[in-house]
């Protein structure tokens, strides 16, 4: 009894000082960083499009000076006196997908991007990057913000969307807050996005590890209403006026549904706790898209609406790469390149393994595996060639999981463990 009761005292004694440690530096508040990233496959720029704030800070207050992952891109924040970061994440962006394409080669285009930060006390130097495939830095942009910038843009009292609470299992302090939006339903529609909303969330919430760890999660369901229905699909010459304006054809691939008005993602968000985003699109056409620490997208009237928004979530909460792979390239083929150890935690080209699921394998285990008839039929983690779009040198942990297959019941143990990682950083002190 003892031993429990030093245990949680210390557990208190941790959570206070890392309390402690963000009072010290930030408000509770949120500042919102609109960013535009532009370029082509040779040169690339980060701008600022426009600073503003609102009060409460709905994200993390632990492990602030860490990430989880690497991901494409990070923001820093440095004290200015002592030169040391005071908080940072991590994320990717649609942008940097596209610069794996053949039409970066040839032509120039700009990207929207949010991230939210907790609003520093004092002046700060806040330093944003994007790396390429291998890791390398792409582009920075490194200034000076003042929190008595004149020109930050308050929103402290802008209208904030109707929503309502599918889960709410505490503060904003305490949980990981995620919202998830209507696109494409009109004002009409609502009851259907409402029920649509609680599919979402029940669906996700079943899936290990999330639903172990259910209580560390709000969930908020937000009615941003569409003047039309459905959603546009350019391949049907299909053009519709929906809440965060989304289409399919992105990057000219049918059934990837996302969209480049991510400020307007978070314009309908103004006054709403959250850090995660899932988008619900009212159509039946197939697709969807999940960017990480960015927002999920996927349709919610086909037939694989449930294990689509399971997936997409891996991607943009669980730091996740795809572990499927094409026998014919398409506009993924240049996504990775095999002299590399991506960062995502499910994939390896096993330049550093050690790094993965090595500590999972068991004894004598072969690498690569032979995905056995037995082992098709299970979650048996191995080191299985295949995964992250490709065939060949790209190496997965598991013949089936909800990260490569429909049919999937359930995340692989490797995907589950980095999805735990995720949720036990964003809560408790490492």
């Given at each position: 009894?003892k031993?429990v009761?030093?245990t949680?005292?210390?557990?208190i004694?941790?959570?206070m000082?890392y309390?402690?440690e963000?009072d010290?530096n930030?408000?509770?508040?949120?500042?919102?960083?609109d960013?535009?990233?532009a370029?082509?496959?040779q040169?690339?720029?980060?701008?600022?499009?426009?600073?503003?704030?609102?009060?409460l800070?709905?994200g993390?207050?632990?492990?602030?000076d860490?990430t989880?992952?690497?991901?494409n891109g990070?923001?820093?924040i440095?004290?200015?006196e002592?030169n040391s970061?005071i908080y940072?994440n991590s994320?990717?962006?649609?942008?940097?997908?596209?610069?794996?394409?053949?039409?970066?080669t040839t032509?120039?285009?700009?990207?929207?991007?949010?991230?939210?930060?907790p609003?520093?006390k004092?002046?700060?130097?806040?330093e944003?990057?994007?790396f390429d495939?291998?890791?390398?830095?792409?582009a920075?942009?490194?200034?000076?913000?003042?929190p008595?910038?004149?020109?930050i843009?308050r929103l402290?009292?802008?209208d904030?969307?109707?929503h309502?609470?599918?889960l709410?299992?505490?503060s904003s302090?305490?949980?990981i807050d995620i919202v998830?939006?209507?696109?494409g339903?009109t004002?009409?529609?609502?009851?259907i996005?409402?029920?649509?909303a609680?599919?979402?969330c029940?669906e996700i919430l079943?899936?290990e590890?999330f639903?172990?760890?259910?209580?560390?999660?709000?969930v908020v369901?937000v009615?941003?209403p569409?003047?039309?229905?459905?959603?546009?699909?350019?391949?049907?010459?299909e053009w519709?006026?929906t809440?965060?304006?989304?289409n399919?054809?992105t990057f000219?691939?049918?059934?990837?549904?996302?969209?480049?008005?991510v400020?307007l993602i978070?314009?309908?968000?103004?006054g709403i706790?959250?850090e995660?985003i899932?988008?619900?699109?009212n159509?039946?056409?197939?697709g969807?898209?999940g960017?990480?620490?960015?927002?999920?997208?996927?349709t919610?009237?086909?037939?694989?609406?449930?294990?689509?928004?399971?997936?997409e979530?891996?991607?943009?909460?669980?730091?996740l790469a795809?572990?499927?792979?094409?026998e014919?390239?398409?506009?993924?083929e240049?996504?990775?390149?095999?002299?590399y150890?991506?960062?995502?935690?499910?994939?390896?080209?096993?330049v550093?393994?050690?790094?993965k699921?090595k500590?999972m394998?068991?004894?004598?285990e072969k690498i690569?595996?032979?995905p056995t008839e037995?082992?098709?039929?299970?979650?048996?983690v191995g080191?299985?060639?295949?995964?992250?779009?490709?065939t060949?040198?790209?190496?997965?942990?598991?013949?089936?999981?909800?990260m490569?297959?429909?049919?999937a019941?359930?995340?692989?143990?490797?995907?589950q463990r980095?999805?735990?990682?995720i949720?036990?950083y964003?809560?408790q002190?490492e």
């Amino acid at each position: 009894m003892k031993r429990v009761i030093l245990t949680l005292f210390c557990i208190i004694l941790g959570w206070m000082s890392y309390a402690q440690e963000f009072d010290e530096n930030f408000q509770n508040a949120t500042l919102r960083i609109d960013y535009i990233f532009a370029g082509n496959a040779q040169q690339q720029i980060i701008a600022i499009d426009e600073f503003a704030a609102f009060p409460l800070w709905a994200g993390r207050r632990v492990n602030l000076d860490t990430t989880p992952v690497k991901g494409n891109g990070e923001v820093r924040i440095i004290d200015t006196e002592s030169n040391s970061t005071i908080y940072c994440n991590s994320f990717s962006s649609l942008f940097q997908e596209w610069l794996t394409t053949d039409e970066a080669t040839t032509s120039t285009r700009s990207f929207e991007f949010t991230q939210l930060v907790p609003l520093p006390k004092q002046e700060v130097i806040i330093e944003t990057t994007l790396f390429d495939n291998k890791g390398e830095q792409q582009a920075q942009l490194r200034h000076i913000f003042s929190p008595d910038d004149k020109l930050i843009r308050r929103l402290d009292n802008r209208d904030t969307t109707p929503h309502e609470y599918l889960l709410k299992s505490g503060s904003s302090e305490e949980c990981i807050d995620i919202v998830i939006m209507a696109e494409g339903y009109t004002l009409e529609q609502m009851d259907i996005f409402m029920q649509d909303a609680r599919t979402a969330c029940d669906e996700i919430l079943s899936y290990e590890p999330f639903a172990s760890h259910r209580t560390k999660f709000n969930v908020v369901a937000v009615r941003c209403p569409s003047k039309q229905g459905n959603v546009s699909v350019p391949q049907d010459n299909e053009w519709k006026q929906t809440a965060v304006n989304s289409n399919f054809m992105t990057f000219y691939s049918p059934r990837y549904l996302t969209t480049n008005s991510v400020h307007l993602i978070h314009d309908n968000l103004v006054g709403i706790p959250y850090e995660h985003i899932i988008i619900l699109a009212n159509t039946d056409t197939y697709g969807g898209g999940g960017i990480y620490n960015s927002y999920t997208l996927t349709t919610a009237h086909n037939p694989y609406f449930k294990p689509v928004v399971v997936h997409e979530f891996g991607h943009s909460f669980g730091a996740l790469a795809d572990e499927y792979f094409y026998e014919q390239p398409d506009h993924t083929e240049n996504f990775y390149t095999l002299n590399y150890e991506p960062w995502e935690q499910n994939i390896t080209s096993l330049v550093d393994f050690d790094s993965k699921w090595k500590d999972m394998l068991r004894r004598g285990e072969k690498i690569p595996t032979t995905p056995t008839e037995k082992r098709k039929k299970n979650y048996t983690v191995g080191v299985y060639e295949g995964g992250g779009y490709m065939t060949k040198g790209m190496y997965r942990p598991a013949v089936v999981c909800r990260m490569r297959d429909n049919v999937a019941t359930q995340f692989c143990p490797v995907c589950q463990r980095a999805i735990e990682r995720i949720i036990l950083y964003n809560t408790q002190n490492e």
